[in-house]
């Protein structure tokens, strides 16, 4: 019997799988702790396995990726071009740097062993013999517990040449980001990883599994998806499937951040859990006092929903249902569906007690932060955005500042080389959406002409007003 630290037990509700191991009492980030629990036997059994079943296996699984897209991890691997004569490698995405993400990395400092037995078991399915993983800097224990464990499981032979008797070769190597946002992104991490400015490149013709690092076909998963692909192995991808929902399966990692009694990280299977379940059984409801007002499903670049929207959903028959915000099933499709999305599973609950000018203030100094700024509307647009929301958040705006907000938003969304642009416009186009009369409520029309600075002051003596 499995035992977890005091106050770390988990949930009626929850699957552990990729969790098994986290908060144990009996557990630790060791080899030797990993073998004994049946560490690398599934990489045994893929090294006997053909390449391409294994791949096969994937797709059967109907995995989808855990890093915020959701597409289908076995079909990603199979863009590698087939008359491919390149290199291909291998990158495993640690950047996680979405805001109400923290999951990833709990299994880069307790169960790393798990994260490496998945890369491997990926690179010999890909053709990778050299791979990377991608850690940012504000992650400097779980580099070095990383580090540590490649270096054990080349000592056991599960990493490095030859491995296991099977002519497999396999070089892992850790590589420390700078704790920029946009290393999320595939090929902005790629460029960083060859030690340039991280700017994301255009796809087309830059898509990383035919032109990627080095302009050689290149894998990206995130931590969370190449774990899966262990467990996947172990039980076989028809099984496997049989987790969730159809489209939707496995299990994946929600975490819940802002205004619950508990929050927390939580392994479930995908798409058996609906907002209120999640919300009010697992996270035990809103403190004391309060109510919710509105759920940020995906990470901070997910649009946001209000907890007493109704949505009008299409059926797989065409014909169309009412789904209330608290009946929405947590997974890809239904989340897609009511016009927001699951992302990287950071679920940012909030309550009543929050202006919702504070929450777009606070979304819009991170994204104006962290453009990178490559494309125009971007660059200019999110610090634009900022400063019409610190106008806000401090009284000085007026009605039409929403109108010239919303209007910046749209002029960024479809508009730059990667999806930042749509991270930082998203939450924007959707706040404004539904909470328009509560964001104007904080505004005067008669903060229309005043100036916003000492330049626009002393610029208003040319100003003819009527």
Same mark, same amino acid.
């Given at each position: 019997?499995?035992?977890y630290l005091p106050g770390?037990?988990p949930h009626?509700r929850?699957?552990?799988?990729?969790?098994?191991?986290?908060?144990?009492?009996?557990?630790?980030? %060791?080899i030797?702790?990993?073998l004994k629990n049946g560490?690398y036997?599934?990489? #045994? *059994?893929?090294?006997?396995m053909?390449p391409?079943d294994?791949?096969?296996?994937v797709k *059967?699984s109907?995995?989808?990726?855990?890093g915020g897209?959701?597409?289908?991890t076995?079909?990603k691997?199979?863009?590698i071009p087939p008359?491919?004569?390149k290199p291909v490698?291998?990158?495993?995405?640690g950047?996680?740097?979405?805001?109400?993400?923290?999951?990833d990395?709990?299994i880069?400092?307790?169960?790393p062993h798990?994260l490496v037995?998945?890369?491997?078991?990926?690179?010999f399915?890909?053709?990778?013999?050299t791979a990377?993983?991608?850690?940012?800097e504000e992650f400097?224990?779980a580099a070095?517990?990383?580090?540590?464990a490649?270096?054990?499981?080349?000592?056991?032979?599960?990493?490095?040449?030859?491995?296991?008797g099977?002519g497999?070769?396999?070089?892992i190597?850790?590589h420390r980001g700078a704790?920029?946002y946009i290393?999320g992104e595939?090929?902005?991490?790629?460029?960083?990883l060859?030690g *340039?400015?991280?700017?994301?490149?255009?796809k087309?013709p830059?898509f990383?599994?035919?032109?990627?690092l080095?302009?050689?076909?290149?894998?990206?998963?995130?931590v969370e998806?190449?774990?899966?692909?262990?467990?996947?192995i172990?039980?076989?991808?028809d099984?496997?499937?049989k987790?969730?929902?159809?489209?939707?399966?496995?299990?994946?990692?929600l975490?819940?951040s802002?205004?619950? #009694?508990?929050?927390?990280y939580?392994e479930?299977?995908?798409?058996?859990?609906?907002m209120?379940?999640?919300?009010?059984?697992?996270?035990?409801?809103?403190?004391?006092?309060?109510?919710?007002?509105?759920?940020?499903?995906?990470? %901070?670049s997910?649009k946001?929903l209000?907890?007493?929207?109704t949505?009008?959903i299409?059926?797989?028959?065409g014909t169309?249902?009412?789904?209330g915000?608290?009946?929405?099933p947590?997974?890809?499709?239904?989340l897609?569906?009511?016009?927001?999305?699951?992302?990287?599973g950071?679920v940012i609950?909030i309550?009543?007690s929050?202006?919702?000018?504070?929450v777009?203030?606070?979304l819009n100094?991170?994204?104006?932060?962290?453009?990178c700024?490559?494309? !125009?509307p971007?660059r200019?647009?999110s610090?634009?955005m900022k #400063?019409?929301?610190?106008r806000?958040?401090?009284?000085?705006?007026?009605?039409?500042?929403?109108? !010239?907000?919303?209007s910046v938003?749209?002029?960024?969304?479809?508009?730059?080389i990667c999806a930042f642009g749509?991270a930082?416009?998203?939450p924007?186009e959707?706040?404004?959406?539904k909470f328009?009369?509560?964001?104007v409520a904080e505004?005067?029309?008669?903060n229309?002409?005043?100036?916003?600075?000492?330049?626009?002051?002393?610029q208003?003596?040319?100003l003819?007003?009527?």
């Amino acid at each position: 019997m499995i035992t977890y630290l005091p106050g770390k037990q988990p949930h009626a509700r929850e699957y552990r799988m990729i969790f098994q191991n986290i908060d144990r009492v009996d557990y630790d980030p %060791s080899i030797d702790c990993y073998l004994k629990n049946g560490g690398y036997e599934q990489l #045994k *059994k893929a090294l006997k396995m053909a390449p391409k079943d294994i791949t096969e296996e994937v797709k *059967k699984s109907g995995l989808r990726g855990r890093g915020g897209a959701g597409f289908p991890t076995g079909m990603k691997w199979t863009f590698i071009p087939p008359n491919n004569t390149k290199p291909v490698y291998l990158i495993c995405n640690g950047d996680e740097s979405e805001p109400g993400t923290f999951k990833d990395r709990y299994i880069l400092h307790q169960d790393p062993h798990q994260l490496v037995e998945g890369m491997a078991i990926a690179a010999f399915a890909v053709g990778a013999h050299t791979a990377y993983i991608y850690i940012r800097e504000e992650f400097p224990a779980a580099a070095e517990i990383v580090e540590k464990a490649i270096a054990e499981a080349r000592a056991k032979n599960f990493v490095g040449p030859n491995i296991l008797g099977s002519g497999f070769d396999l070089e892992i190597y850790v590589h420390r980001g700078a704790g920029a946002y946009i290393c999320g992104e595939e090929t902005g991490l790629i460029e960083s990883l060859e030690g *340039k400015r991280p700017y994301p490149r255009i796809k087309p013709p830059y898509f990383p599994a035919a032109l990627g690092l080095y302009m050689c076909p290149t894998i990206v998963n995130n931590v969370e998806s190449l774990c899966h692909v262990k467990h996947i192995i172990e039980r076989g991808g028809d099984e496997y499937a049989k987790l969730g929902v159809a489209r939707n399966t496995g299990t994946r990692i929600l975490c819940v951040s802002g205004d619950v #009694k508990n929050p927390g990280y939580f392994e479930v299977e995908v798409g058996k859990l609906t907002m209120r379940e999640l919300l009010y059984d697992i996270c035990g409801g809103p403190k004391d006092g309060r109510s919710f007002k509105a759920v940020i499903p995906g990470g %901070s670049s997910s649009k946001i929903l209000r907890c007493d929207e109704t949505y009008k959903i299409k059926n797989p028959d065409g014909t169309t249902r009412d789904l209330g915000f608290w009946d929405i099933p947590m997974d890809f499709d239904s989340l897609a569906a009511c016009g927001s999305m699951a992302g990287s599973g950071g679920v940012i609950v909030i309550d009543d007690s929050r202006k919702i000018s504070w929450v777009l203030n606070n979304l819009n100094s991170f994204y104006a932060h962290e453009s990178c700024g490559q494309c !125009t509307p971007c660059r200019e647009g999110s610090m634009w955005m900022k #400063k019409i929301s610190d106008r806000i958040v401090s009284g000085d705006a007026s009605p039409k500042d929403i109108e !010239t907000l919303e209007s910046v938003a749209y002029q960024i969304d479809g508009r730059t080389i990667c999806a930042f642009g749509e991270a930082s416009s998203w939450p924007v186009e959707a706040i404004i959406a539904k909470f328009r009369e509560e964001l104007v409520a904080e505004t005067d029309p008669a903060n229309e002409h005043k100036a916003h600075n000492p330049e626009a002051e002393a610029q208003q003596r040319f100003l003819v007003t009527k």
